[in-house]
DNA sequence: AAGCGATATGCACAAACGTGCAGAACGGAG
DNA sequence: CTCCGTTCTGCACGTTTGTGCATATCGCTT
């Protein structure tokens, strides 16, 4: 792109952010029409050039977010909605909310773990971009299964966290789960293989949502042919409440015993916990025992998660906004 | 204030600036005007809620910026303004953009030195507000002369510093000069004085524009009562170009042997040179020989000043918007 | 040089927004 | 309870901003 025009969107940023002006005085000095000047100011805008920021203070007394910290250990971000928005709706509002969270929180040199789902796809599809240097995107658990490799689908949404942030992309081509255990054993000690999970085990971020078993929509994962009829009955008999990355926890955080993982493709729960920075993004009430699991494991350190849920984990359901 | 009105601007900021819905939507979620909303929403941008941040990718090939960077080796922030300005445009914008850029580099726990004069004068007035904790502003150096005590002036810079980052003011109530060097070394003795000095020890941050003494329109400092014209005659004899903080110094950046700063109450320059962040804000091309005596002395980490003034310092004076 | 696709610009209109003003709601003081 | 001063609210209006569309500009190919 135009150079000069970057120069430009950055004078304007700085003249309509910085210094109030309106865009029309703006035309002016830039000797150009106003309506260049929406427009330069909207791809500073998603260019990330401007970078606006919700700091709320965390002394405003016993708020959602503060009850949530003292009770589960997790930064939490509570996306405000009302009762009456559908599932679709209040996912890209979380999604939106949530991509725009993210996004300070990214740094040069950050490799970024990502996971798939239909939470991942709508906040990829709401990053706004930032520049960075040297990161890079790598995929958390693989995403083919018996119908199809996943390819599309999943490397879409991490297609587009690498170009938010200017980032390398590293692809995880394996299926979520491996139809016997003894292939991943094998597969693991490919140096292809290796090469991603080093840098798994290198990661600065780790951005996931969470599946629930008993949700209203169930997640992809348990609807999309991951698993046939007799890996199903077997997480029910092992008492599963969810899964992050495709990797099954019980409703106290535990994991272990559970077959099934020795066959999935993500990060062990141990492991996951070695992440610095773990943000779990999560909308609809009906995810809430999936939630709750994945915090007993302590898998997250930032939560997203719109507001409706966030009462729901604190036990809240009926009241309204606090002190109204 | 109310708290749920506090809580409500948060609600609807994250939802006009994570969200994008618009005032309209975000009144009905509310059950209230739209009027209201934007009300909601300015109040939240003025207590600091709401944080807008431009950040220039530093790659921006040759630009002003980056070339005072390599030049004189300080962060420069150059405000865009068009040459027909006049000198009150033009400063009112830098302090403007000035303030917000300040706003983002004060912490809570920081102790912020503030000197006294025009620039700091309309810098204050543009701060936005941003809540900190046992944050401390400390008067730089004295505002009496031979007229006035200076009080109001400069305590009134100093109380609108304090209110916008929420901190304790510690105002340093002396003569800008002392008549004699002799009380200057009885009053540092004294306890209330050097409760002040150990501040100023202590500062994180330093915030001062510079004084030229051969401005068009001479700063207060020299012009404004506080020197009597033996001392003005001294200042010619001895080479100074300019001040910070009534410190005097010459083109190269020394100050030694400049007797009118044994009677000065600011920090000495090798003290100021201490402290982590020095932001210096200047606007105008006349105060363009103080400004390259505060370079040489290295008295600036940050530097914010006009575009015209930035060219001239580069020796740029004729160019346009470079790559235009 | 002409042709062509992609991109950028300005116009004009509609949508979104800020604010003065009048009335409502609130919170003491008497 | 009433009064009065203060603060909050919604309306209405003027201003500011976003955007579809027609036109212009640029870079590249033929």
């Known amino acids: 792109m135009d150079p000069s025009r970057h120069a430009d969107a950055l004078r304007a940023a700085q003249m309509y952010y ?14 150009t029409s106003r309506s260049t000047v929406s427009r330069l100011l909207s791809s500073a805008r998603d260019s990330g050039l401007v970078q606006v920021q919700i700091r709320n203070p965390l002394d405003t007394g016993p708020e959602l977010e503060g009850l949530i910290r003292r009770r589960y250990g ?6 405000p909605v009302v009762e009456t928005l559908n599932e679709a709706e209040t996912l890209d509002r979380v999604a939106m909310q949530a991509a725009r969270t993210i ?31 040297d990161s890079v995107v790598v995929q958390l658990n693989g995403a083919g299964n018996m119908h199809t490799t996943g390819i599309t689908y999943a490397s879409d949404i991490m297609r587009r966290f690498g170009s938010a942030y200017g980032a390398r992309v590293e692809q995880f081509p394996v299926p979520a789960f491996f139809d016997h255990a003894a292939t991943k054993t094998a597969m693991w000690n490919e140096r292809s293989v290796q ?7 290198k990661m600065s971020i780790a951005i996931f949502g969470v599946g629930s078993v008993d949700a209203d929509y169930p997640s992809h994962v348990y609807a999309g ?4 009829e007799g890996d ?21 955080g535990s994991s272990d015993g559970i077959v099934l993982n020795e066959r999935s493709t993500g990060p062990a729960l141990a492991e996951l916990r070695q992440v610095r920075r773990r943000i779990c993004v999560v909308s609809g009430v009906s995810k ?13 350190t930032d939560l997203i998660l719109d507001e409706a849920t966030a009462r729901r984990l604190v036990g809240l359901e009926g009241l309204a906004v606090a002190s109204r």
């Open 232 to 252: 199903l009955s077997t997480l029910a008999t092992s008492d599963v409440v969810g899964d992050v990355a495709t990797v099954f926890f019980r409703a106290d």
């Open 225 to 228: 042919g991951y698993l046939d």
């Open 103 to 133: 996004g300070p929180l990214v740094d040069s040199n950050a490799i970024i773990g990502v996971a798939w789902g239909s939470t991942l796809s709508a906040v990829s599809r709401h990053l706004t971009r930032k520049i960075t240097h």
């Open 195 to 201: 090469r991603i999970l080093e840098l798994q085990a």
């Open 18 to 31: 910085l210094q109030d002006l309106t865009m029309d005085a703006i035309a002016r000095e830039l000797r």
């Open 288 to 300: 809430i025992n999936g939630l709750k699991g994945a915090l007993a494991a302590r898998l997250a």
């Open 74 to 79: 997790v930064d939490a971000h509570v996306v």
